[in-house]
């Protein structure tokens, strides 16, 4: 089970926040053109090693499980009430859990279970852009989908993962989506994270060597140029900026 510590900004405060990997069955869509989280993971028993975690000292607990935290085929209801069970006795400010907008509705049953501790769900949006959402990502679902999920998670802060190149897009067409993108969400959620692609094994970034000389002309990985052009941008002064390069 891989642990790393971040700092996090949570009621106007600057805390340090305990980042946990769980090991699940992985993520039941697992279909996504950049994304290997799921493939080659182990399920295994872990509440024991998540527990002495608790040892630690941090604020904020943030839970990924490779897939969706509300999923109770990767994560039955017992083990995921076991794991607020421990998170709640400890004590937290904040807890933050990521979904698929298909399951976000199951967030309000953790709400009730952890009481007065502030619940931030995650939801992998990557992009506005139903065409790049289907044949650039395969992501499963539609816009429509995630507006439908926000607002049944009117009651919590709400979280936005935006993906910075996804597949088969230029530089240009990534950095346009990027922003267009955030505009379009910048009064649905509380908090947006710019994501840069990273190259997954068995994937296609991984296939095309990151060279854009298969999948596309002109195609390739990501310019840091980009994500600074992108820091320069100001959306919402509702909203708090994130940059959490994935695979890390």
């Avoid at 053109?33 to 080659?40: A, D, K, Q």
């Avoid at 904020?60 to 897939?67: A, E, L, P, R």
């Avoid at 910075?164 to 267009?180: G, H, R, S």
């Amino acid at each position: 089970m891989r642990s790393w510590f971040t700092e996090e900004v949570v009621q106007g405060d600057v805390v340090t926040a305990l980042n946990v990997v769980i090991p699940t069955r992985g993520c039941s869509w697992n279909k996504c053109t950049m994304c290997s989280y799921s493939l080659g993971i182990q399920e295994e028993p872990f509440l024991e090693d998540f527990a002495r975690l608790m040892e630690k000292d941090f604020d904020k607990i943030k839970i990924f499980t490779s897939g969706s935290f509300l999923d109770t085929t990767e994560l039955p209801v017992s083990v995921r009430e076991d794991v607020l069970d421990v998170v709640k006795e400890r004590g937290v400010k904040e807890i933050t859990i990521e979904t698929r907008p298909e399951y976000a509705k199951n967030a309000l049953s953790v709400q009730k279970y952890m009481g007065n501790i502030v619940v931030e769900v995650a939801i992998g949006l990557e992009s506005s852009n139903d065409r790049i959402l289907q044949f650039c990502i395969n992501k499963g679902f539609l816009f429509k989908d995630f507006i439908t999920a926000v607002h049944a998670l009117k009651s919590f802060k709400v979280k936005a993962y935006l993906l910075i190149k996804p597949p088969f897009l230029t530089e240009y067409e990534a950095i346009e989506d990027a922003v267009a993108s955030a505009h379009m969400i910048a009064d649905m959620v509380d908090v947006i994270s710019f994501n840069p692609v990273a190259i997954h094994k068995r994937r296609c970034w991984n296939t095309c060597g990151g060279q854009g000389t298969i999948l596309r002309p002109g195609y390739g990985r990501w310019w840091r140029y980009s994500t600074a052009a992108l820091t320069s941008l100001r959306i919402s002064s509702a909203i708090r900026w994130l940059w959490e390069r994935e695979g890390e």
